[in-house]
């Protein structure tokens, strides 16, 4: 009976032995298969705020929950080589893993022409597609190396390891009294300055303000004058944005604009085409940050470092 038993025993670790997948580590634009079954390649991975199918970026039907947040979306080129269809959910399966955490894959395929996204599609035999494979996650995160662990139609296991991380391209160095052309704007940099409040530049007797929050604390203000040269209205909190960056930390702007008659200011508000308004971009620093650090304004892609 006791040599009956281990048998068992060195029958059943075989067996768990044999049951464990090999994972292979995968590789951007090189081309995998599942022999007469499926073909697929990676052909792109990016940090966004919105999953969009490949021909009409405009089409946002995916966004984050969490304004903080953002995705990491794998873009994933798909050739169903088989008589069989294969719903979306069937053909991956997995998690991204970042600094010990772990995040589930969702799935989106594109349609035929690439305009629009389902989280419910199917390929069908001898159809070609792009399947985004995303998650949302911390901006926290974002600065550390990603791995994708998943199955192909829990066949086949892969690791796809990249970086989410991009450093900060600076275009220009920018003074105070320059001018920035853009497509869709000009920007004036008007002034650069420390207050505890951001006010109108032409206040009454009476006037609406935005202080800081404690005493210890300073706003560090840009100002600038904004032409909308495109025929739509911008609004400058989707537009533009600046930072205040400083060694473990860095502060990113409220954005105000000023009323036509320059006499009120807003957190909200849009330019319309062809018209110029005055913008505060205010950053919240502790009296002694100020002047640890220097200033990035981020517009239409680019960023500029502010000087005096």
């Known amino acids: 009976m006791k040599r009956f038993g281990i048998i068992l025993l060195i029958c059943g670790l075989l067996t768990g032995c044999q049951g464990q997948a090999t994972s292979e580590t995968m590789l951007e634009n090189e081309t995998y298969s599942?022999?007469?079954?499926?073909?697929?390649?990676?052909?792109?991975?990016?940090?966004?705020?919105a999953v969009t199918p490949t021909n009409n970026e405009d089409y946002s039907v995916i966004k984050v929950e969490n304004e903080d947040n953002s995705f990491v979306d794998v873009i994933m080129n798909v050739k169903n080589i088989s008589d069989d269809d294969y719903e979306?959910?069937?053909?991956?399966?997995?998690?991204?893993?970042?600094?010990?955490?772990?995040?589930?894959?969702?799935?989106?395929?594109?349609?035929?022409?690439?305009?629009s996204l389902s989280t419910t599609g199917t390929l069908k035999s001898g159809e070609e597609g792009y399947i985004h494979m995303y998650c949302e996650m911390e901006?926290?995160?974002?600065?550390?190396?990603?791995?994708?662990?998943?199955?192909?139609?829990?066949?086949?296991?892969y690791i796809y390891t990249f970086s989410t991380y991009e450093e900060t391209i600076v275009n220009e160095e920018k003074s105070i009294g320059d001018n920035i052309n853009l497509s869709r704007s000009m920007i004036t940099l008007v002034d650069l300055y420390t207050n505890t409040?951001?006010?109108?530049?032409d206040k009454g007797l009476v006037y609406s303000y935005i202080s800081v929050d404690n005493e210890d604390e300073l706003f560090i203000i840009l100002q600038i004058d904004l032409r909308n040269d495109s025929e739509e209205d911008i609004d400058p909190r989707e537009y533009?944005?600046?930072?205040?960056?400083?060694?473990?930390?860095?502060v990113q702007s409220q954005v105000i604009i000023e009323s036509e008659n320059h006499k009120k200011i807003s957190e909200s508000g849009t330019i319309e085409s062809l018209t110029t308004r005055t913008i505060y971009l205010a950053m919240t620093l502790n009296e002694d940050q100020v002047g640890s650090g220097y200033i990035e304004l981020f517009v239409e892609g680019s960023v500029f470092r502010i000087s005096d």
Do not use: R, W
């Open 34 to 49: 599942i022999e007469d079954t499926l073909e697929y390649t990676i052909v792109n991975h990016e940090v966004v705020d």
């Open 88 to 115: 979306l959910t069937e053909i991956f399966s997995g998690y991204f893993k970042v600094n010990k955490l772990s995040y589930d894959i969702y799935l989106a395929i594109e349609s035929n022409n690439n305009t």
């Open 139 to 157: 901006e926290s995160q974002l600065k550390n190396d990603t791995s994708m662990e998943f199955s192909v139609l829990n066949q086949a296991y």
């Open 197 to 201: 409040q951001v006010e109108p530049s």
């Open 240 to 250: 533009l944005y600046c930072v205040y960056v400083m060694d473990e930390e860095n």
